[in-house]
């Protein structure tokens, strides 16, 4: 019934404007000029110091008519442009007979520009008082029905402009989103980091254990990888002498899709030599509580029915303590594979045979731990067997010196003491090759440029890399991935 009813609306539509073009109206104009927004006409009224007639002061408007109420030879409407809602009154007495002829051809979801005073109504709603009035934009289609507005998931992410068009919660999570890339870059700068870009295709996909999307580049004749972090260039701009960077990047990782997951998405990455993992931990908390108090105002969260509170100390944890304190896992079984598999098994936990003991116990943590870190929680003391790239830890070199950080049951960052011994590192690479040529697509690949960069020294180094789409789900209260993303990708209809 309702496709039947946009379909009927849109034939009457399109019959409306093949009789407008008929008519010599100029239906996509280009010669409009706006003299002010509408929270420009709202700030100059809440100062004025004396009450504004409508021929005070006449402002020029654009925008889109979200809502026509008509009296005869009168008609209210409503009109947005991208800083707020406008009332405005139409008079045919005012704007012309011929002029407001057009006016009632013209439809919700047309763009008008209106000039104008301001004055208030009985129910004290201040309103633009029209004298001129022009057709910006003539529109086809019809806008959602207003009162039930824009809900279907699967058509708010494949028509994100109508989304954003319809709801205004939608729009103030992505502004929310970009004022968190905003304040990220500015507390980077402020730090005397050197923001920069990287390679987005590259010969060897490195940086992180993933499955990469491949690509061919005709003139070079050799096949590229997207990236699936840029870590390995990062690292070598360390090497050269940028001692602090930091990239915001887009990131491809040819894996599922999920609430937590999209194929293509944001991260900061950033690298500070003469910096230990402790030391990044230490400013990822600085940095995440200015980050939501400039963008929620407040340091208290609150994120799917929890209340998080991200000042104060935040919560450290070795990745096996926190397997027997929180996971309730036996002590004993932390060592041992077999009875690790075993203990899977028997919670469900399905666990390849080909797996180290790094990736069994980190796929146990996945399960048992991280739905349960609630609090901002660093878990630190990773495996060697999953940590490629990070520096062996002094005391145990079982362990390296990472931690992944935990906030509302799922990871938003990870970093680490960067390894900068390149013997080391060619060993980790080559235990990497074998795990992929055992079966594992997702382990790193060796990556011989990286290791001859190494060969000219880095000094002492640490980076880290935040998802800023989890950080936007946090910060918005988005249950899923797809409510921050402006485009999510989607199968074909």
């Known amino acids: 019934m309702v496709l039947e009813q946009t379909s009927d609306l849109l034939k009457k539509r399109k019959t409306k404007l093949a009789t407008l073009k008929n008519n010599k109206i100029d239906l996509f104009p280009n010669d409009f000029i706006v003299s002010h927004t509408v929270q420009d006409i709202k700030n100059i009224i809440s100062v004025s110091p004396d009450p504004i007639s409508e021929d005070d002061q006449k402002f020029t408007v654009s925008g889109r008519m979200l809502a026509i109420n008509r009296f005869g030879k009168a008609s209210f409407i409503r009109f947005r442009d991208r800083t707020g809602l406008l009332q405005a009154y139409v008079r045919k007495d005012r704007i012309g007979d011929e002029n407001y002829e057009l006016f009632k051809q013209l439809d919700?979801?047309?763009f008008v520009g209106l000039k104008g005073g301001v004055f208030k109504t009985r129910t004290e709603e201040w309103t633009l008082l029209v004298d001129e009035l022009k057709l910006i934009c003539k529109t086809t289609r019809p806008l959602p029905e207003k009162f039930h507005g824009l809900k279907d998931p699967e058509k708010r992410y494949r028509q994100r402009y109508l989304d954003l068009m319809m709801n205004s919660d939608v729009r103030d999570i992505f502004i929310k989103r970009i004022k968190i890339i905003q304040t990220i870059r500015t507390f980077f700068l402020d730090r005397d980091y050197l923001e920069v870009e990287t390679p987005m295709m590259q010969p060897v996909p490195g940086g992180a254990e993933a499955a990469p999307f491949?690509?061919?580049?005709?003139?070079?004749?050799i096949d590229l990888f997207l990236r699936i972090a840029p870590e390995l260039?990062?690292?070598r701009l360390v090497i050269g002498g940028f001692e602090r960077v930091f990239e915001i990047n887009r990131n491809f990782r040819n894996e599922g899709i999920s609430t937590q997951h999209n194929p293509e998405f944001t991260m900061l990455e950033f690298y500070q030599a003469y910096a230990t993992y402790e030391d990044l931990m230490e400013l990822t908390e600085e940095m995440l509580r200015h980050v939501a108090l400039e963008v929620t105002g407040s340091v208290l969260i609150h994120y799917q029915g929890n209340t998080i509170d991200m000042s104060g100390k935040w919560n450290r944890?070795?990745?096996?303590f926190a397997l027997m304190e929180i996971g309730g896992m036996p002590e004993k079984l932390l060592s041992d594979r077999e009875k690790l598999t075993v203990f899977a098994a028997s919670k469900g936990i399905d666990v390849t045979k080909t797996a180290n003991m790094?990736?069994?116990?980190?796929?146990?943590?996945?399960?048992?731990?991280?739905?349960?870190?609630?609090?901002?929680?660093?878990?630190?003391?990773y495996p060697v067997e999953i940590s490629p790239l990070s520096r062996r830890n002094d005391k145990d070199p079982s362990v390296t010196d990472r931690f992944e950080l935990f906030v509302g049951g799922r990871e938003i960052a990870n970093g680490f003491s960067e390894l900068n011994d390149p013997d080391d590192q060619k060993g980790r690479f080559l235990q990497q090759a074998a795990n992929r040529a055992a079966g594992d697509d997702e382990a790193h690949h060796m990556d011989e440029d990286y290791i001859e960069a190494l060969e000219y020294g880095m000094p002492p180094t640490a980076g880290e890399g935040i998802g800023i789409?989890?950080?936007?789900?946090?910060l918005t209260d988005s249950a899923s991935i797809r409510e921050v993303i402006l485009f999510p990708h989607m199968k074909p209809k």
């Open 358 to 381: 790094g990736k069994v116990l980190a796929k146990l943590f996945d399960v048992l731990v991280e739905p349960k870190l609630i609090d901002p929680t660093f878990i630190t003391e």
């Open 233 to 235: 260039y990062l690292k």
């Open 469 to 474: 789409d989890r950080l936007a789900m946090l």
């Open 108 to 110: 919700v979801g047309d």
């Open 317 to 320: 944890m070795s990745l096996k």
């Open 214 to 221: 491949k690509t061919h580049h005709n003139a070079l004749g």
